[in-house]
């Protein structure tokens, strides 16, 4: 399997948790076994590990840099081909809607090539988000997503999003 490697990783890492950056104690555990990202995690092709280190990266660490990394030329969401422009541009979206937009992984599986995390999503609705106005409001949904990886990125992504978001806008 081919390791990701990305320069604006570590740089993401750091917005994620200082900490981290310096910490050999951390960086040398087995990553799989915590919630938060390490420099470990950041050069992996761990299906699991890419997973997190992805959202970390582009959700948590708010960089979109992540998408050229982190997923394949031809990534493809719920059947839509749209590539790593397409992602990049979905997940603007988000950011743009949600300036404190925070993403937890409550529960990941994998199974080969295949993950699956139930996963929390909070922000605050503070930007023009799916065509509603800022609302200013707290949100707090819950989504599920069974991406596939191959090569050590991400290549597809089926996702299904609590419809309570809607209703907090």
Known sequence: DEIRRCPQS?????RVDPR???SEEVASRPCGKRKTMTRQMV????????VQCFYAEAINGRDLD????????????????RGRPG????????????????????????EGEFVSAYQRWTGTHDGPFLGSAPSGRFVSFTSTAILRVRGGQIAEAWDVVDIALSAQL
């Not at 050069?43 to 890419?50: A, L, N």
């Not at 992540?66 to 081909?81: I, K, M, P, Q, S």
Request: aromatic residues 8%.
């Open 10 to 14: 570590f740089a993401a890492l750091d």
């Open 20 to 22: 981290l950056a310096s």
């Open 43 to 50: 050069e992996t092709s761990d299906p699991k590990d890419v």
């Open 66 to 81: 992540a998408v050229d990394c982190r997923l394949t030329d031809d990534f493809r969401h719920n059947g839509e081909l």
């Open 87 to 110: 992602q990049r541009a979905a997940i603007a979206a988000f950011l743009d809607g949600f300036s404190d937009l925070h993403h937890e992984i409550l529960i990941i599986l994998a």
